[in-house]
């Protein structure tokens, strides 16, 4: 009887535990209950504009956004699936396919690709100093690790101390250029538009793309490392404060900063154009790109807030032509633009590359 008793307690035991556990499950799921973004520092003041907003006038919490530079942001983007992995990550560039690759290997497999707008990268400096005039050229051999010499196919370490040993026309101070790191997306574009676009101004160089990729992109890309560039981290706002302490320096950031910090800093020109909302916007200003930020559709379901995070982000009064976000230097999209990926993010389109 005992015997009896004794098993229908542990019966009754065992019944409430895996109860407990069950219903436990979608407590565990939920753990989280705010939106998690990392990534891009460049995109990192729209974002945080666009969660502010989205606090203040929705019943969700306003998500947590932590700047770690793009490819910081996609190797924590791309780690899992789960409470314990971001929801979103910001970019200024576009997703890798070794990224989106990671990613899946990672149990990552739909991926929604939002284009916020458009961004110019800057070189500027204080403006206690006179306006800097460069060519794509000139930066190419101010900055790059080895440049080529008069003889067709021979490069040399970079010998350029001044940029008067770039350019004689330039002034003769220093090359000291402040930037960002390898992990951020602002370095990769800069790399891409501004480097690579003097590097081939070189015909043996830009010859080379065709036959060796590889080493093409090398020779354009690679930048120096003897002090000539200093990476200074993701934080934009504390190379505007190290312009302002050295003059002779010159930043590397998005134009949104140097939008915020006028009063401040100066945007270089570069092959004759400056860094304005209007060059950005045709296409006449030689170093832009476009800003992104990527979202787990795993997610939508398990994050409390997901979708409707999307809708203010790509809602006409946030990055329209007459949205808070071109208050904050976001160059809009043109409007078709606009409205296909509004429809990606309502639907959680996959990405595809």
Known sequence: MRKNKTMKLLTTIIAVSILCLTMAAPVTAAERDYISIVGSSTVYPFATVVAEQFGKTSKFKTPKIESTGSGGGLKL????????????????????KSEVDKCAKNGIHNITEIKIGYDGIVIANSKKAKRMEVSLKDLYLALAKDIPTDKEGELI??????????????????????????????????????????????????????????????????????????????????????????????????????????????????????????????????????????????????????????????????????????DKGLIPMPEEERRQFNHDGKNLINLSM
Not at 281 to 296: C, E, H, N, T
């Open 157 to 326: 370490p970079n010998p350029n101390k001044t940029w008067k040993d770039v350019n004689p026309t330039l002034p003769n101070i220093k090359i000291e250029v402040l930037g960002p790191p390898p992990t951020s997306g602002t370095r990769d574009a800069f790399a891409e538009l501004a480097l690579e676009g003097g590097c081939k101004k070189f015909d043996w160089i830009k010859a080379m793309k065709k036959k060796d990729k590889k080493k093409y992109k090398a020779i354009c890309h690679a930048v120096r490392e003897d002090g000539a560039y200093v990476e200074a981290g993701e934080n934009d706002v504390l190379i505007v404060r190290k312009l302002e302490a050295n003059p002779d320096a010159l930043g590397v950031f998005g134009f949104s900063f140097l939008d915020q910090n006028e009063d401040r800093v100066q945007g270089s020109i570069v092959d004759g154009v400056e860094p304005t909302f209007e060059n950005i916007a045709d296409g006449q200003y030689p170093v832009s790109r476009p800003l992104y930020f990527y979202v787990k559709k795993a997610h939508a379901g398990m994050i409390p807030g997901i979708k409707e995070y999307l809708s203010e982000f790509t809602s006409d009064k946030a990055w329209g032509e007459e949205g808070y976000l071109v």
């Open 77 to 96: 983007f791309c780690s899992g699936v789960g409470v314990k992995h971001p929801d979103i990550t910001n970019s200024s560039r576009r997703i890798k």
